[in-house]
């Protein structure tokens, strides 16, 4: 099946600095990627939805000068969290589809971010 | 390696019972999750199970037996809105998540 990777699997930084996580589709070429956080035991928020080369849609509430989306290429996304603060931390997932949103994602292992 | 196995795809009919069962081989084990996914929105948290047995929330269970790499998600008295994809997914022992491709469920009249 379709197998999506994230890295780091686990990141921990200072307040202050910038943290870059990335997201790849091994096999398939996704032309649509979706950024996650989720918060123990709760669902998935969907924090944004990039498609390849273009610039990424934000959900309501989710400041796109803090969390940085480029979708560069057909098998990379990457999100970067700028001036990280604590209330950051959190468990980033991402997923991928060949389609567009009504699609089958697949879903990344997640990235663990601990702010300090 | 490590995978998670459940059916593609399921049908059933409105106010009747199914189950969708998910089997699992992971490093290590630190839960399991039942999400509920309609097209085009983010998946919603159904069940986390730890622990062997049944949990019952509402019209929703989840079954886990660790022993066998096993757990099944029962959805009692259908209704069309449960029409969706359910994912399951295991925490391995480094607090990832592996997951299905998931089971998309279709409700019949």
């Known amino acids: 099946g379709a197998v999506v990777s994230q890295h780091p699997s686990w990141v921990i930084c200072k307040s202050g600095t910038s943290v870059k996580i990335e997201c790849r589709s091994l096999d398939f070429q996704a032309t649509t990627m979706f950024w996650y956080r989720q918060f123990p035991k709760q669902s998935l928020m969907l924090m944004a939805t990039?498609?390849?080369?273009?610039?990424?849609?934000?959900e309501q509430g989710v400041e796109k000068d803090k969390f940085l989306i480029n979708h560069a290429s057909l098998t990379l996304s990457t999100l970067t969290v700028t001036s990280a603060h604590p209330e950051d931390s959190s468990f980033y997932i991402c997923?991928?589809?060949?389609?567009?949103?009504?699609?089958?994602?697949?879903f990344g292992p997640g990235t663990r971010l601990l702010v300090l | 390696g490590q995978n998670i196995d459940q059916p593609t795809e399921m049908t059933a009919t409105e106010g009747a019972i199914v189950q969708i069962n998910c089997t699992y081989q992971t490093s290590g084990f630190n839960g399991l999750f039942w999400y509920q996914q309609h097209a085009g929105e983010a998946p919603t948290f159904l069940s986390y199970n730890v622990l062997d047995g049944l949990e019952e929330k509402g019209r929703f269970s989840s079954f886990l037996s660790r022993s066998k790499g096993y757990s099944y998600l029962l959805l009692k008295e259908l209704q069309m809105k449960d029409s969706a994809s359910y994912l399951c997914?295991?925490?391995?022992?480094?607090?990832?998540?592996?997951w299905g491709a998931g089971t998309k469920l279709i409700i019949k009249p």
């Open positions: 997914a295991v925490m391995d022992s480094n607090y990832q998540l592996i």
């Open positions: 997923s991928a589809t060949s389609g567009g949103a009504l699609e089958t994602q697949y």
């Open positions: 990039s498609n390849e080369g273009s610039k990424a849609t934000y």
